[in-house]
């Protein structure tokens, strides 16, 4: 056993290292959830490599009363259920870190660390001498291990068993086999450590009225909400759960109890070109109309985009990113489709982005996307990545004003026409680059237009006169200015004091980049943090940076993708706006961001900041 | 009537349909093809199909790809929504127009190329989902608009204009749509008016995916001697099994039968589809027959034309997806958003 142990309440990372398939994902989340239930704040990812022999995957839990809620880096307690990747798994521990594991087999003494203190449990042999059934022994060695580990890190019985009774509601001759399994774990933990560990989850009141969702569910909320409609997708990950996501919410919420009536369609396209082009026949028709989707399928719908572009069709795009380029790194998180999706497409183009940051956000900005899209005529992409799509994540509860109101944006109805309404399709009437659109079918004889994605004048005639191309694609610009009054504002964290120094971040960097302001602040460094929540930047966002001489754009991308777009469209000198990017695969860490954002304040003195307790 | 670009005469002798419509409420603004060009005596039978049908015209939307073919929705039916989409993907817009609104009628217009070449895999699906539509491929076996490249229709051995023999096999779409699933299926020739204007509206009524494959020779680049998609080509080698009459519900039986020779179809908005057999022993209800049939022809260089499947009860993607008799984009908030209160319930299931 090790001399060093480390000790801390509510604030440590708990690792699980499984097998795919063995049953352990529920008993995780029953893991996770019952932090949840004593009022501690947890964030939990799962990790699960895309092709790699028998199949591990990891659920790692980072347990916080202070509510950080961005993945931290380094592992405190690891729960090592798969011997192939015992070596990695074990060699990632921090000093003073625990190990449990299955003790059935003994290993020889060189699979274990000095410093590391190990735990070992024969789980096998209980589950063995506990069940008959093969598919039992399996199943219950997780939840025995769940029992363990509430022994060893103090954890309230009461509420798991409780939660445990929730999850088989319906089930219930489930309830107490289960039930019995976790007591076992716990009472084979005490004979057999006899104490808790020095990690120790104490009943808290952080949690309060937070709801615990993945993003990818939550944005399909947000769709329901939004008025969606028609749902054309082709399967990628991650955004698959997006498109299923709506399929779940829209059997809840949009089925004719009487006639079985379903107010959606969902159609499983043959290829991603088809999912966009399905999508802009429905909105072109007047339907709210979306597709997920992650990269790759975004390079694919790129000549649509234009199309869309070009002819003023709304869309709404959820892009669920993750490291590219081509098939990279499917099951890693990335926020490389910035610029993809900015600027996608040929000729001159240029989208609206919304850069939720968890899922709160991703149902309020799934839901606002439609009205943007409508409202502006031109898609529109929500910008989530597979760290908050795929994960459950602790954010506020969903709001919704009763009185809000679907906004169609500019449309003309047959009474409009009738009363004389001067229809012409790309005709600025307002003055905003907006112009006026019919659905198909409106009236017998106005109102009708041919939509094209060659040149058309502002009676959607086709042109090839100069001077009318000009004119069209100046008020796209115009409309695109527009655009930057109707996107969620940004964000601002001010340091404790005034300051020229700032750090520009955007989507899933938020919880980690909001833990790394807190800790330079604890060191006395002064950096003001601004959140972009959506492209074409709000006038706020230039404002705030000239206001700064010098600012850290922090995203996870190679090549600094927003700080790119910020540059060409704000007309910033670049000298002025530093690139910290992180582009492993893995999620940034608050580690990460501190030690760079310091090491380029204060070059000389900065010690490597370690937030292990001891 | 006041927005239609075409100048119109308003001459009191126009024969009106019983909606009160001219022809000229059909027509489109004026085609800027070739002179000849076969795809305008198609956008011609279109029009005077539709005002036979009496169907009001904007209760029509028109789509398209890319190609002389696609351009052709601008010259008929100027007021319905026309969309000249992008090459080879006018069926995913289709299908996605279709979604959003039951209620119109969708015709969707392509190329050999936009739906043989580049939009093969968006023919095939939007086939085989049961896209209710009339789908009319304009086949010259050529790339028009590029300037007379082959096309995936053309046939094997064929000739180009510059002399090029085609090495490739070609596909033959109505082949292909009967194999995908599509239950109204004919082949047509853009020469061939009395025959064409009664396949469309066969094809408007019918509520499933229908297909028209519609051989319309190329003057410009597919009408010479080697083509097999030329004006005399066709015309030598065009074998009707069929000729078609159709009746809507409501009008007198005008056409003279020929005897012994008829099979009524009663398609299921109450229209019934007369076919005139030209070959005795041809059934336009065998999809396998028809498939074989067509295969047959084929050897003995003939290039069959008519009604060649109909499935009278036909079923359609809204079927399957059972959507409401209404469109999905007439749904409002009260249908669309489950409000605050049910947030709340789904909150609380969420902690
Ligand atoms: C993505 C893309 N590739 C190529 C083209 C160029 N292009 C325009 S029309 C066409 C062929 C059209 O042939 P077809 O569909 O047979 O129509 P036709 O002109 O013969 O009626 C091509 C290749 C294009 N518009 N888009
Ligand atoms: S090039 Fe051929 S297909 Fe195109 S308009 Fe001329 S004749 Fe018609
Ligand atoms: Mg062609």
Redesign the pocket.
């Known amino acids: 056993m090790s001399s060093r142990r480390l000790s801390a309440v509510n604030d440590f990372v708990v690792k699980f290292a499984n097998v795919n398939g063995s049953g352990s994902a529920s008993a995780n989340a029953l893991f996770a959830k019952s932090l949840l239930r004593m009022g501690v704040p947890c964030a939990p990812r799962n990790i699960f490599p895309s092709n790699i022999q028998g199949l591990p995957t990891w659920y790692e839990v980072r347990v916080s009363e202070a509510g950080w809620l961005g993945a931290r880096g380094g592992v405190d307690f690891m729960i090592q259920m798969n011997p192939q990747t015992w070596d990695k798994d074990v060699a990632s521990i921090e000093p003073g870190g625990y190990l449990f594991y299955d003790s059935t087999r003994a290993l020889p003494k060189s699979k274990f660390r000095d410093d590391v203190t190990t735990l070992g449990l024969p789980l096998t042999e209980i589950c063995n001498a506990a069940y008959k059934d093969p598919r039992q022994r399996q199943l219950f060695k997780n939840i025995v291990y769940v029992g363990a580990l509430s022994f060893l890190l103090s954890m309230d019985a009461e509420t798991i068993e409780t939660l445990i009774a929730e999850q088989f509601k319906g089930k219930d001759k489930l309830i107490a086999p289960n039930v019995e399994a976790f007591r076992m774990g716990r009472e084979r933990a005490k004979e057999t450590f006899g104490e808790p560990i020095g990690l120790v989850v104490r009943k808290s009141d952080q949690v309060g009225d937070k709801i615990f969702i993945e993003g990818n569910s939550a944005a399909s909320l947000g769709a329901v909400y939004g008025g969606a409609t028609v749902c054309a997708w082709y399967p990628i990950t991650p955004s698959t759960s997006l498109a299923e996501g709506f399929t779940r919410w829209c059997k809840k919420f949009r089925i004719d109890a009487a006639t079985g009536e379903q107010r959606f369609a969902i159609v499983q396209a043959e290829d991603e070109l088809a999912s966009i082009g399905m999508v802009l026949g429905a909105a072109w028709n007047g339907a709210r109309a979306f597709t997920s989707t992650s990269g790759p399928g975004i390079s694919l719908m790129s000549?649509f985009l234009g199309l869309a572009y070009f002819a003023e069709i709304p869309a709404v795009l959820f892009n669920v990113q993750r490291a590219g380029p081509s098939t990279g790194m499917p099951t890693r998180t990335q926020q490389c489709d910035v610029l993809a999706c900015a600027y996608a497409s040929h000729g001159d183009t240029k989208h609206v982005l919304l850069f939720p940051e968890d899922p709160y956000e991703a149902f309020e900005f799934g839901a606002q996307a439609f009205d943007l899209a409508d409202r502006l005529q031109t898609p529109v992409f929500v910008m989530l990545d597979l760290d908050i799509g795929m994960n459950e994540r602790l954010c506020k509860p969903f709001e919704w004003d009763p009185n809000r109101k679907l906004d169609r944006g500019k449309v003309v109805t047959a009474e409009m026409l009738e009363n004389g309404f001067e229809f012409g399709r790309y005709l600025d009437v307002d003055g905003d680059g907006i112009a006026y659109r019919t659905y198909p079918g409106t009236h017998p004889t106005k109102g009708a237009y041919f939509t094209r994605g060659s040149s058309h004048d502002r009676y959607a005639r086709y042109t090839e006169d100069g001077a009318a191309y000009v004119d069209s694609v100046e008020r796209l610009l115009k409309k695109h200015a527009t655009a930057r009054t109707l996107v969620p504002a940004p964000q601002m964290i001010d340091a404790a004091q005034p300051t020229k120094t700032g750090a520009l971040f955007y989507g899933s960097t938020s919880p980690a980049m909001q833990e790394a302001l807190s800790m330079l602040n604890k060191d006395g460094l002064q950096v003001d943090g601004l959140r972009a929540r959506g492209f074409p930047f709000a006038d706020e966002i230039k404002a705030w940076i000239e206001r700064h001489d010098q600012i850290f754009v922090v995203e996870q991308n190679r090549d600094g993708q927003l700080r790119t777009l910020l540059t060409a469209e704000l007309g910033i000198d670049p000298a002025k706006l530093v690139s910290m990017v992180h582009f492993d695969g893995s999620p940034i860490t608050a580690r990460f961001i501190h030690g760079a954002i310091s090491k380029a304040l204060q070059p000389a003195n900065v010690e490597p900041r370690r937030r292990i307790a001891s | 009537m006041s927005f239609l670009p075409k100048p119109k005469l308003h001459h009191p002798n126009l024969p009106t349909n019983k909606l009160g419509y001219t022809r000229r409420d059909y027509e489109g603004t004026i085609s800027t093809l070739c002179a000849g060009c076969g795809?305008d005596s198609i956008s011609a039978a279109i029009v005077q199909a539709v005002f036979e049908l009496e169907i009001e015209p904007h209760r029509i939307a028109k789509l398209s790809?890319?190609?002389?073919?696609?351009?052709t929705p601008n010259y008929f039916l100027n007021p319905a929504h026309g969309f000249n989409s992008?090459?080879?993907r006018m069926p995913s817009v289709a299908t996605g127009a279709n979604l959003a609104n039951r209620e119109l009628i969708y015709l969707g217009v392509?190329?050999?190329?936009?739906?043989?070449?580049?939009?093969f895999g968006q023919f095939a699906h939007a086939m085989r989902r049961g896209v209710d539509m009339c789908y009319i491929v304009?086949?010259?076996?050529?790339?028009?608009?590029?300037k007379g490249?082959f096309?995936a229709?053309a046939d094997r051995g064929s000739k180009s204009k510059k002399g090029q023999v085609n090495a490739d096999e070609g596909i033959d779409l109505v082949q292909m749509a009967l194999s995908l699933g599509a239950t109204y299926v004919g082949r047509g020739f853009s020469g061939d008016k009395e025959q064409l204007v009664p396949l469309i509206q066969g094809a408007l009524l019918h509520r499933g995916p229908a297909l028209l494959d519609v051989i319309?020779p190329?003057v410009a680049?597919n009408n010479h001697e080697g083509s097999t998609r030329s004006f005399d080509w066709v015309r030598a080698h065009n074998e009707a099994v069929n000729r078609l009459d159709v009746i809507v519900g409501r009008d007198e039986i005008v056409h003279a039968q020929e005897p012994g020779t008829v099979d009524e179809v009663t398609q299921h908005d109450g229209s019934v589809l007369r076919l005139r057999k030209l070959a005795p022993d041809y059934d336009a209800h065998d999809r396998d027959g028809a498939i074989s049939y067509l295969a047959e022809r084929k050897r003995a260089g003939e290039i069959v034309t008519g009604l060649l499947f109909v499935d009278p009860e036909p079923s359609d993607l809204h079927a399957a997806l059972r959507t409401p008799a209404a469109g999905l984009n007439r749904l409002g908030d009260a249908e669309l958003v489950p409000g605050a209160a049910a947030l709340a319930a789904v909150n609380a299931s969420l902690r």
């Open positions: 000549e | 795809h790809g890319i190609g002389c073919s696609s351009k992008v090459h080879g392509s190329g050999d190329g936009d739906s043989a070449s580049i939009g304009e086949n010259n076996g050529v790339y028009g608009l590029t490249q096309s229709t319309s190329c680049f």
